[in-house]
């Protein structure tokens, strides 16, 4: 199984909801990242997770809360979200150390009205 | 931190001919640099990668080089197809980013037959 997969694939909510994104992966990857990708722009790197610790939170504003429940579970927890935080965002994982493929899951299309 | 920078934003070629996409990172101690590819509301998929410790790759009509002395790597695409089109974003993996990735904005490809 090579496939990161990630819930749902649309979300629409209101700035005022609390909304979780879920991201599994069963390859035994140690590390997993968010990623946050708007229209015609590349992933931009939101957290990263190693061995279900936080290792990199990339000055990401506290409306986003990842969390890791074990190392096949990653979730992003959403609260008081704005209009421009609407993007799709990009799950991906891949085995500890440097210079491995990362696999992406095919991503949660979020609007944020 | 690790900065990537790619061009063209964008190519369009013939059916047929050669591709090439450039990229430059700025840290040294980056050694991985693998190259993706994203259709249309679709995740990014790998398509090709080079660790630091090699010059060049190739995969069918696929090949990147490596220069690490001038920190850049290119990819070249040959006998282009239709189905080539796409958008492209390399990327490279620096110790400030531990496993993840930081990826360059994004070449639009567009083959016409």
């Known amino acids: 199984d090579t496939e990161v997969t990630q819930t749902p694939k649309h979300l629409v909510m209101g700035m005022t909801n609390k909304k979780s994104l879920k991201c599994e992966q069963h390859?035994?990857?140690?590390?997993m990242y968010w990623y946050k990708q708007k229209a015609k722009k590349p992933p931009e790197l939101m957290f990263v997770y190693s061995y279900e610790k936080l290792s990199i939170n990339e000055s990401v504003p506290s409306r986003f809360s990842p969390e890791c429940p074990n190392s096949s579970l990653l979730n992003l927890h959403l609260h008081a979200l704005q209009p421009e935080d609407s993007a799709l965002y990009l799950c991906?994982?891949?085995?500890?150390?440097?210079?491995?493929?990362?696999?992406f899951g095919q991503g949660t299309r979020l609007t944020v009205v | 931190g690790e900065n990537v920078e790619q061009h063209p934003s964008t190519l369009s070629v013939q059916e047929g001919d050669s591709a090439v996409i450039k990229c430059t990172y700025s840290?040294?101690?980056?050694?991985?640099f693998p190259w993706y590819k994203q259709e249309l509301g679709k995740r990014p998929q790998l398509i090709i990668d080079i660790r630091s410790n090699v010059g060049e790759k190739k995969d069918q009509r696929i090949a990147v080089t490596l220069n690490k002395t001038a920190k850049h790597f290119s990819l070249h695409i040959t006998e282009t197809q239709p189905e080539d089109s796409a958008v492209y974003f390399c990327a490279a993996s620096s110790p400030f980013t531990g496993t993840a990735l930081i990826f360059g904005k994004g070449t639009t490809l567009s083959v016409s037959s």
């Open positions: 390859m035994g990857h140690r590390a």
């Open positions: 991906a994982s891949s085995q500890e150390g440097r210079g491995t493929e990362a696999f």
């Open positions: 840290d040294s101690a980056s050694n991985y």
